[in-house]
């Protein structure tokens, strides 16, 4: 039986900048390395996204465990475990949904406003919106959308993880990623459906580790969202 860990990257930038981590993300990268160098683990292979924010927090995790002499492979990156693209789905649908829609309206106007103010706030109408707004996305309610569709994306998850379903090393393997390939494959694994699979969206923090056991072909969820190495000051959501 072996084990893999999915991690969702660290903190990252404004709304408008996301791909990059912030120095709170670089904090959070580096106290997670040094939790698997207290831990003594040891990775056989790490993969992330080819997104920046992913590929950072990898980076700087292995580089604390590499300083403390512990096993840590160069980060192989792969596109299948980018994120989908949510500010292209706003950029897409949001107008539409605000005419269709007069409270949605209203909550777009309260998100603005509120990022203004915290560009790293996920509460109120901020979450309401991105509930929404991925909600439409995942039902295909505009179907000339001509982004990555959920279906699409899902599969493409779907085969990342039956790649890991086969991993039989007895050492662990790391994938950095994000909040919604970890859902998807930590979903899958429970039976969940698209509706109860969005209610985890919302509760990944950044730098959490989800431990999967591969077996029999199969991965099963062992642990979900643990963030061991943060306090509660610094667990983020975005």
């Not at 056989?44 to 403390?68: D, K, N």
């Not at 096993?71 to 605000?98: C, G, H």
């Not at 919604?180 to 930590?186: D, G």
Request: glycine share 6%; proline share 2%; hydrophobic share 40%.
């Amino acid at each position: 039986m072996s084990y893999v860990y999915l991690i969702r990257h660290a903190q990252a930038g404004s709304r408008d900048n996301y791909d990059m981590l912030s120095e709170l993300g670089q904090e959070q990268a580096r106290l997670l390395g040094e939790h698997f160098v207290a831990q003594g683990v040891e990775l056989v292979a790490v993969y992330s996204g080819v997104m920046r924010r992913q590929r950072e927090t990898a980076e700087i995790a292995c580089e604390v465990l590499s300083r403390a002499g512990l096993q840590a492979p160069d980060v192989i990156t792969d596109e299948r475990w980018n994120e989908f693209s949510l500010i292209s789905v706003y950029r897409a649908i949001a107008k539409r949904m605000m005419k269709d829609d007069a409270e949605f309206a209203r909550d777009i106007r309260e998100m603005q406003e509120a990022i203004a103010r915290d560009p790293h706030t996920t509460g109120g109408a901020v979450g309401r919106c991105d509930q929404a707004v991925i909600r439409a996305w995942m039902e295909n309610r505009y179907a000339d959308y001509d982004g990555e569709a959920w279906a699409s994306f899902r599969a493409r998850i779907q085969a990342c993880a039956a790649d890991l379903s086969n991993h039989d090393n007895e050492k662990a393997i790391a994938i950095f990623t994000s909040a919604t390939p970890i859902a998807i494959i930590a979903g899958a694994s429970l039976g969940l459906t698209d509706e109860k699979l969005r209610s985890l969206l919302g509760v990944i923090y950044n730098t959490s580790v989800s431990m999967m056991r591969a077996r029999s072909g199969e991965l099963r969820l062992f642990t979900f969202n643990a963030t061991p190495h943060l306090s509660g000051s610094i667990r983020t959501f975005r």
